[in-house]
């Protein structure tokens, strides 16, 4: 019977559409409109944690909006653990396929930055790779090594200016108006204490994307130049190092 009581209590919780559980007891007042306080509460925390979650997104939108759009997302998807720690990792997905923000296409990106950098932040401490220890592989063992990639790194990738956009919505830039709409790559990483946002090159992403999945330095390569011919393997490298990108790495003679 007592899990029978929580699971109706849980359901009414995060469904409006339901009465109060016939389980509850109250000795003052109206059991319905005491429930809708402390159901209206709980919602109201969530949409609360994922406007810290996603500051940018809502000042991107305005208040208004992102609570509407926030308590739809807590209808449809409640938590699944009581650590919200992890609560909102699907909020880019639904954003891009919530109707009133179709306006908007790079919004769900912007989301999945901001996302990224959640995780970052919480991701394990790893000592990066120093950029000394791999000045000292022989030029021609370049094109075998892999690498170990530090566990606060993600690469993304969006046809929007989504590195600007944040930047300007998170006080990282001055606001301003985009002369020139472009697609933008990011990395995200937390080398040590603070989040780092840098905007990749092009050629960059796939560069770090493949070398990320397993690929040998050369094969990486190839595929950053397949997709850019311009790609400058030098300033991509350096880039990854300077960021922490990289743990170690394994191939070399």
Same mark, same amino acid.
């Given at each position: 019977?007592?899990?029978?009581? *929580?699971? *109706?209590?849980? %359901? ?17 007042? $109206? +059991? ?10 709980? +919602?109201?925390?969530? @949409?609360?944690?994922?406007? =810290? ?32 720690? !992890? /609560? ?6 639904? @954003? ?15 989301? &999945? ?7 970052? /932040? ?9 950029? *000394? ?15 170990? +990639?530090?566990?606060? %790194? ?10 600007? +956009?944040?930047?300007?919505? %998170?006080?990282? %830039? !001055? ?18 204490? &603070? @989040?780092? =946002?840098? &905007?990749? $090159? ?16 050369? !094969? ?6 397949? !997709? *850019? ?25």
């Amino acid at each position: 019977m007592w899990d029978s009581a *929580q699971a *109706q209590f849980a %359901a009414a919780l995060l469904d409006t559409s339901l009465a109060a559980p016939s389980s509850l007891i109250c000795e003052k007042g $109206a +059991i319905g409109d005491r429930f809708d306080v402390y159901r209206n509460s709980v +919602i109201g925390g969530l @949409v609360r944690a994922l406007a =810290t979650r996603f500051p940018a997104v809502e000042r991107l939108v305005g208040e208004a909006f992102f609570a509407a759009m926030a308590r739809e997302f807590v209808l449809r998807r409640p938590p699944t653990s009581a650590a919200l720690l !992890e /609560y909102g990792e699907d909020f880019p997905d639904f @954003v891009a396929s919530f109707p009133p923000a179709k306006e908007l296409p790079y919004l769900s990106d912007v989301a &999945r930055l901001e996302d990224a950098r959640v995780r970052a /932040y919480h991701a394990a401490d790893v000592e990066p790779l120093s950029p *000394q220890s791999l000045a000292l592989v022989s030029p021609d063992r370049l094109a075998e090594l892999t690498f170990d +990639i530090h566990p606060s %790194a993600f690469v993304l990738r969006s046809d929007h200016p989504m590195v600007t +956009i944040w930047s300007m919505n %998170a006080g990282e %830039a !001055e606001a301003g108006t985009l002369d020139h709409w472009a697609a933008e790559d990011a990395l995200v990483t937390r080398p040590r204490l &603070r @989040v780092e =946002t840098r &905007r990749l $090159a092009p050629g960059g992403a796939i560069f770090l994307r493949r070398l990320a999945a397993g690929a040998e330095f050369g !094969e990486a390569v190839s595929a950053a130049t397949a !997709e *850019q011919p311009a790609f400058d393997l030098a300033a991509a490298l350096v880039e990854a190092l300077a960021s922490g990108f990289f743990t170690a790495f394994r191939g070399d003679t």
